[in-house]
Nanobody, 114 residues
Framework: QVQLVESGGGLVQPGGSLRLSCVAS????????MGWYRQAPGKEREMVAT???????IYADSVKGRFTISRDNAKNTVYLQMNSLKPEDTAVYYC????????WGKGTLVNVSP
């Protein structure tokens, strides 16, 4: 059974930081491209950052220079370090695993508010 379990979301003030974690089970983690996506109220889900099996990263323009994606294959975990958070970063953040199949976590809420 495949599981992607996100954690680390919460309420943070503008300018603050959060680190999201996603622990994967039931997949060959090393071979998967792992990603973080987000969906704000009333908007479509969008890619935030991805990291492939060769540690190549891709970022949305809106988060470049503020967010960092990383992975620890020994722990089957992908991280998203988010710095200089803005109110427009408020969304539910979803973990994604892509290889032969495409899997999603249930999401964790990030709320950036004064």
């Amino acid at each position: 059974q495949v599981q992607l379990v996100e954690s680390g979301g919460g309420l943070v003030q503008p300018g603050g930081s959060l680190r999201l974690s996603c622990v994967a089970s039931g997949i060959a983690f090393t071979f998967n491209t792992m990603g973080w996506y987000r969906q704000a109220p009333g908007k479509e889900r969008e890619m935030v950052a991805t990291i492939n099996s060769n540690y190549r990263t891709i970022y949305a323009d809106s988060v470049k220079g503020r967010f960092t994606i990383s992975r620890d294959n020994a722990k089957n975990t992908v991280y998203l370090q988010m710095n200089s958070l803005k109110p427009e970063d408020t969304a539910v953040y979803y973990c994604n695993a892509l290889h032969i199949n495409n899997y999603w976590g249930k999401g964790t809420l990030v709320n950036v508010s004064p």
